[in-house]
Each structure stands twice: as C-alpha cells, then as structure tokens.
C-alpha cells in the first residue's frame, strides 16, 4: 500500500533501472538468438536425417568401413582354413566347416563389393550427408554450451534485478512497468511535499488565530467588557 512506511524508503534511481532493463534486454536478445540458431540447425539436421532414410530405402548403402569388416573377417577365416589345413590329421569334418566358412565369407565381401561399384553414387551421397550430419550435430553441441552460458547471464541479470528492490520489500515487474511506477512514485512523494507545507501552513494559520483571539480576549478584559 502506499501509505505503508516502506512505500517511502530510498528506492532505485531511474539510470539504474535503465541500466538493468538494457541489461536484461541484452541478455534475452543473447539467448534468443542462440535458441533461433539451434533451431535452424535443428532443421538442418532433421532434413539430413529424412534424407539418409530416403537412401536407405532400397536398402542399407555399403560402405568402406562394413567392406574393411568382411575383408577381415574374410582374411581370418581363410587364416584358420590354411591353419587346419597344415595339421596332417585335422578332421574332414572341421576342414569342410572352415572351408564352408571361409567361401561364405568371400562370397559377403565380393558381393558388397560389387554393391559399393554399383551404387557408386548413392556411396558419395550418404558420405557427404554423414559429414554434413557430423557437422551439424557438433555444431548443436556448441549451441548447447552457448546455451547454458546464455541461460545462466540471463538468470544473474534477473537475479541483480530482483536485488536492487530488495530494500523496498516487494518484488519487482518488468523494467517498464517499473519505470512508470517510478515516475508515479515521484509524483506521489511531491504531492506528499506539498500536503506536509500545507498542513505546516494551516498550522501557522491556526497558531496565529489562536493568538489573535487570546490577544482581543485581553483587549475586551481591559475595556471591561
């Protein structure tokens, strides 16, 4: 209330609650503009991803990396063949598996590689997406970062806000509403000023009736009246 006795303590100057609402202001302009630039990324990333589904539509793209794997596991299982094959009495049976084995392996990595040839194209596409999705994914975690960091200014700017009308008793709006409240806070404490000189005057006034009377009450005593 404003007749409340704190309604009359030292309250914030107006350069100070500009130098807060522009503060403020910086400080949400930084995190929108953080949050803008993920959510483009966002976007980004989403298309990449719809566009990797699409290729992968008639069926996983081969790579170097999975070709690498079945060289590998073709190389081990023609090693273990040789392997048996050097020990006289190894059983036929386990010769047949590993040479079972080994053909099964030869024929996976022959075919992918045959598929790598075929879909040539679709091998580049899916490269330069993986790099383009790598990019963007890193670059979100660095928004995430910027993120944070904008999130925690922008709190210790709310927080000093909310501090500097602390010795006033009661929590504080926005900069603007709080610029206004300032200038009708004025206007109150003038207006205050201004009944305190009146009130002073009609006290002077009502002193100097006061003596008036007393004097003619005298003036009459003396004529006898």
Known sequence: PLDDERAFEPVPRAEELKRHR??????????????????RLLEEQRAIES????????????????LA?????????????????????APLADRAALADAFETALRAADAHADELRRRSEDVAKRAELALRLGDVTRARADRAIARTAAEHERA?????????????G????????????????????????????LDEQAAALRAAQDDYRARLAAILETLGF
């Open 51 to 66: 566009q990797l589904v699409r290729l992968d539509a008639g069926g996983a793209v081969p790579s170097a990396e999975e």
């Open 170 to 197: 009661f929590v504080p709006q926005s900069p603007e509403t709080m610029l206004e409240w300032l200038s009708d806070y004025g206007e109150l404490r003038k207006l205050d000023a201004e009944l305190a000189q």
């Open 22 to 39: 522009d503060l403020l202001a910086q400080r949400a302009r930084a995190l929108a503009e953080v949050n803008r630039d993920d959510d």
């Open 69 to 89: 794997r079945l060289r590998a596991v073709r190389d081990a299982a023609w090693a273990e063949l040789r392997r048996t094959l050097g020990v006289a009495r």
């Open 156 to 168: 210790a700017a709310e927080a000093a806000w909310h501090a500097l009308w602390a010795r006033c």
